[in-house]
């Protein structure tokens, strides 16, 4: 009898583990990934992947009230963009004020690629052109 409680404590545990894992690896079907074009203040223009919602209402607001503001992120290495750059959508901000150090614009950032890269994050002055949420 003792020997049936240890083995069914043992299956529970196995199968707990196994829905926790199961869990834990699961398709990301409800992760929505939100797109928006903007235009800097030299009329260049980047598509802008966001997952944070609150970013995503400040850019959707930006659209709606056709508002300018310092849009910026962590940069990153992209060899598919004509820039050779995108904004990381984990770290997009939406700024009234930034440290001015940090602030420029997309063709100087793709221009001088290492250095923006070494600096890390960087702002452009930018209006949203168009917001579209993708599946």
């Known amino acids: 009898m003792a020997s049936d ?3 069914l404590t ?3 545990i196995v199968l707990a583990a196994c829905l926790g ?4 690896y699961r398709p990301v079907d409800d992760v929505i990934l939100q797109s928006c074009l903007i235009r800097d203040s030299h009329g260049t223009t980047i598509r802008l992947y966001v997952w944070d919602e609150g ?5 959707q607001t930006m659209k709606q009230q056709n508002l ?8 990153l290495r992209d060899s598919q963009s004509v820039l050779g750059f995108k ?11 930034t440290a ?3 602030q420029t614009w997309l063709l100087d950032i793709s221009n001088r690629l290492e250095y923006w890269l070494d600096v890390g994050f960087a702002y452009v002055w930018a209006e949203v052109l168009d917001a579209n949420i993708l599946s």
């Open 5 to 7: 409680t240890k083995a």
């Open 68 to 75: 300018h503001k310092w849009v910026g992120s962590k940069l």
């Open 100 to 102: 001015e150090a940090l």
């Open 21 to 24: 894992l199961a869990w834990l």
């Open 55 to 59: 970013v995503w209402q400040k850019l």
């Open 10 to 12: 043992l299956l529970a």
């Open 87 to 97: 904004f990381d959508p984990e770290n997009v901000v939406v700024a009234d004020f």
